[in-house]
């Protein structure tokens, strides 16, 4: 059964645990080896880039599948499109996510083959009733920031699985908890991190998550942009063998 996961290289990585966690194994792409015992060797891994350890595709779609049980081959090479992300005005804040990641699937659905899943998600930062976007360049990552410091914000991530017969979305919240951050920490961290591919210009699970929340509430794995639980529970619904 071939996934096709359009996202960023966090959801690839959590997704590709979630298969082997329900059986579907994936190949090692470094040593050309599968590093795991497999049925099926139609497995295909669709994704604009897979960990930065193995190989680094930019942005195009690689598919990757097993061959002849020991290497693998690269196949097809997919253009992405081009997806507006707009959205309603009167739709309420935490159902943006889960409505822009149908708009997502939207875009390649009529593509998808008979045995083909797409998985498509959305994470929003909200906090004062607004929503805090992927910052456009340092003095906006650095406002983002100082808005988030000492506050309790709001992350939701929005996830879709499609196939061409059946759609299953459902929406993940978590609220972070900031200390205080000093203006240097601030300045360091995105002079250093360059985190403007990040909602709220923030990762979690980089130094200013080390050092800056307290706490949090809900999902880890949400504020890092996929809620692995929830999807594999999604995934399991679709009865996959």
């Excluded at 300045?187 to 980089?206: C, H, L, M, N």
Aim: with cysteine; aromatic share 12%; glycine share 6%.
């Amino acid at each position: 059964m071939p996934f096709l996961i359009a996202g960023s290289g966090l959801l690839v990585c959590c997704v590709i645990t979630i298969l082997l966690l329900i059986k579907y194994q994936v190949i090692d792409i470094k040593s050309n080896e599968p590093p795991f015992e497999y049925e099926d060797k139609q497995i295909v891994i669709d994704t604009m880039y897979l960990f930065e350890k193995y190989v680094n595709v930019g942005d195009d779609y690689v598919d990757y599948y097993i061959n002849d049980g020991s290497k693998f081959e690269k196949s097809i090479v997919k253009e992405i499109k081009n997806v507006e992300e707009k959205y309603p005005q009167e739709i309420h804040l935490e159902k943006v996510p889960e409505y822009l990641s149908k708009v997502k699937a939207s875009a390649f659905r009529e593509e998808l083959k008979a045995d083909e899943v797409l998985i498509t998600a959305d994470t929003v930062v909200c906090i004062h009733d607004r929503i805090l976007g992927k910052p456009a360049d340092r003095k906006e990552a650095i406002s983002m920031l100082r808005k988030l410091s000492g506050n309790r914000h709001l992350v939701v991530t929005g996830v879709s699985v499609t196939t061409r017969t059946e759609q299953l979305s459902f929406s993940s919240r978590t609220d972070v908890f900031f200390k205080h951050l000093s203006n240097e920490e601030i300045i360091f961290y995105v002079d250093t991190y360059k985190p403007f591919d990040k909602a709220g210009a923030y990762g979690i699970q980089e130094w200013i998550g080390y050092i800056g929340i307290e706490r949090i509430e809900g999902s880890f794995y949400n504020v890092m942009g996929l809620p692995i639980q929830k999807l594999y529970e999604t995934l399991r619904k679709l009865q996959f063998q």
